[in-house]
Nanobody, 122 residues
Framework: QVQLVESGGGLVQAGGSLRLSCAAS????????MGWFRQAPGKEREFVAT????????YYTDSVKGRFTISRDNAKNTVYLQMNSLKPEDTAVYYC???????????????WGQGTQVTVSS
């Protein structure tokens, strides 16, 4: 069992930055691929970024490439999402997720956090 707790969301102006954190419980964090997803009001949840258990492989959705960076610290059981050059369209609830094995861009993750709100004002 893995429990995930996100933090770091908030209100920021367009062009600003935020860093989201996701703290995981459990001894097997280092064996899990981690992902970030987001859901805007009235829209379906969408993939944002994913990182392999070692941190050596990452994937991003096209709309955040060059602006967002996913990383992890297995010693701290934490995954991060650094978000730069934020746009109003990045406004959403952001969720982290964990799955054993390889990374995935679909939402077939076993464990999910409760989400953290990110609001970008224009």
């Amino acid at each position: 069992q893995v429990q995930l707790v996100e933090s770091g969301g908030g209100l920021v102006q367009a062009g600003g930055s935020l860093r989201l954190s996701c703290a995981a419980s459990g001894r097997t964090f280092s064996t899990y691929a981690m992902g970030w997803f987001r859901q805007a009001p009235g829209k379906e949840r969408e993939f944002v970024a994913t990182i392999s258990w070692s941190g050596s492989t990452t994937y991003y959705t096209d709309s955040v490439k060059g602006r967002f960076t996913i990383s992890r610290d297995n010693a701290k059981n934490t995954v991060y999402l650094q978000m730069n050059s934020l746009k109003p369209e990045d406004t959403a609830v952001y969720y982290c997720a964990a799955r054993p094995g390889v990374t995935s861009k679909s939402d077939n993750y076993n464990y999910w956090g409760q989400g953290t709100q990110v609001t970008v004002s224009s």
